[in-house]
């Protein structure tokens, strides 16, 4: 892929190759090709789906109208843009590239003035946006599964790991890595869910919303209908009470689940970022890549931590698009245009996160002998099974015996054991506990 070394944006250079997808979803050219697709489709709607109100197209005309449409390229992105420099006006660009067009054959510039027929610009707009971030989003989601899928398979495959807790920073009941990770991947699961039933809207009534060029022509077309399934022809659902603008609340609403899909991956990062720095999670060894400058014995969890900042900067952009795009003053301001041509960016760092962090979870395995050491230095950690059983046998101050033991006390293996032979409980209990270890007591960590 090419790139320019000048972009001021690091998505459209140093993570060009990383988010390929979303700059296709999104591009300038998309927009552009989009707009362009919209405008020829509702012509061939408005002749094939109408043919008693507006002039029928003979199959050649047809031909000529879609061959066109189907070779559109970066020349004549070009060529729009050229128009835009002297119009000031984007989808007017449009209109007159389609019209220099029709104006080169004799059958089609009979049709010039249904190009662009009873449309305000923000009727292509809304439908162009929709399409644009219906893909975007398939994408994202294809990705985020992905990542989900990992999440699962490392927690299976580490399901019967023990793990020290840690609540508030401190030695905590133990589970295992298995279940930890598992937490993760139900939160996701979740968001996903939410995120899938989120559906595009767009409008296609003219200004203001009220249907008027089409009412004023041809009051006996069922025009909200029919704009309808020239809308979902798209894969997109109409909003049929609009100002001039479709109110982009359903934008928010997605703003809102990536923000929150995103804090549960940045959650993810910074315990994966903590477990390796505390030894729980070893880092595989690239012999090719460089840790520090000066400093030639690290091994940095980069990914992590790239991860976690372009999460940053997606949920940066998607608190103010949701902010934002739902407010209009009256029936239309301009305010959100410019907003929406960057609503791609939030996506593009998304989605580089998300491939920052796979990339990072491939490259950590448990240190398991760490792992085991930790828990065995920390037998404190049983006095809630001692107390909890002392309390199920009767016992009214079990609480208070265990506080006096061991809070802020470290507990071994023999004190842990002498203690336990003291109380007085049942035999069964009593064996029980003195079978119990700070790796045994991971409660229903490996079935959840």
């Not at 200004?207 to 309808?228: L, V």
């Not at 004190?415 to 119990?436: A, G, M, R």
């Amino acid at each position: 892929m090419k790139f320019e070394h000048n972009n001021i944006s690091p998505l459209d250079s140093r993570y060009a190759e990383k988010i390929v997808p979303i700059r296709e979803a999104f591009s300038e050219k998309a927009l552009i090709k989009t707009r362009f697709i919209i405008e020829i489709d509702w012509l061939l709607f408005l002749c094939n789906k109408m043919p008693n109100d507006f002039p029928k197209l003979s199959k050649i005309s047809i031909n000529k109208i879609l061959k066109f449409k189907e070779s559109f390229s970066d020349k004549d992105v070009l060529k729009i843009k050229k128009i835009e420099s002297v119009t000031n006006h984007d989808v007017k660009a449009i209109e007159y590239f389609i019209v220099d067009f029709f104006k080169k054959d004799n059958q089609l510039k009979k049709y010039i003035n249904l190009i662009h027929y009873g449309l305000t610009s923000e009727d292509i707009n809304s439908l162009s946006y929709a399409i644009m971030i219906k893909k975007g989003a398939e994408d994202y989601l294809k990705y985020i599964q992905n990542l989900n899928k990992i999440i699962k398979t490392l927690s299976r495959k580490w399901r019967s790991i023990p793990l020290l807790s840690r609540t508030h920073g401190q030695a905590a009941s133990p589970t295992t890595i298995g279940k930890e990770l598992k937490v993760f991947g139900a939160r996701i699961d979740r968001e996903i869910n939410t995120f899938k039933n989120i559906k595009p809207l767009a409008k296609f009534s003219g200004a203001t919303g009220n249907y008027h060029t089409f009412e004023i022509t041809n009051n006996k077309i069922d025009w909200p209908t029919m704009t309808s399934k020239f809308i979902k022809s798209f894969g997109v659902n109409q909003n049929p009470l609009t100002t001039q603008i479709e109110s982009h609340d359903w934008i928010a609403e997605m703003s809102h689940s990536i923000i929150r899909t995103n804090n549960i991956n940045t959650d993810l990062c910074q315990d994966m970022w903590i477990y390796i720095s505390n030894n729980i999670f070893k880092l595989k060894l690239n012999k090719n890549e460089v840790g520090s400058s000066t400093m030639p014995h690290k091994v940095n969890p980069i990914d992590f931590e790239n991860a976690e900042g372009n999460f940053g900067i997606s949920n940066s952009l998607n608190n103010f698009f949701a902010d934002k795009l739902a407010k209009s003053r009256l029936q239309r301001d301009l305010s959100d245009s410019t907003v929406l041509r960057n609503i791609g960016l939030s996506f593009g760092y998304s989605y580089l996160a998300i491939s920052s962090l796979i990339n990072g979870m491939s490259k950590v395995e448990p240190n398991k002998n760490f792992i085991l050491n930790e828990l065995d230095d920390n037998w404190e950690v049983l006095a809630e099974a001692v107390q909890t059983i002392m309390r199920y046998e009767g016992i009214s101050d079990a609480y208070e015996q265990l506080k006096k033991l061991s809070r802020g006390n470290k507990l071994d293996k023999n004190s842990y054991i002498q203690f336990v032979k003291t109380l007085e409980i049942s035999n069964s209990s009593k064996s029980k506990l003195l079978n119990l270890t700070p790796s045994k007591y991971i409660g229903l960590s490996k079935k959840l």
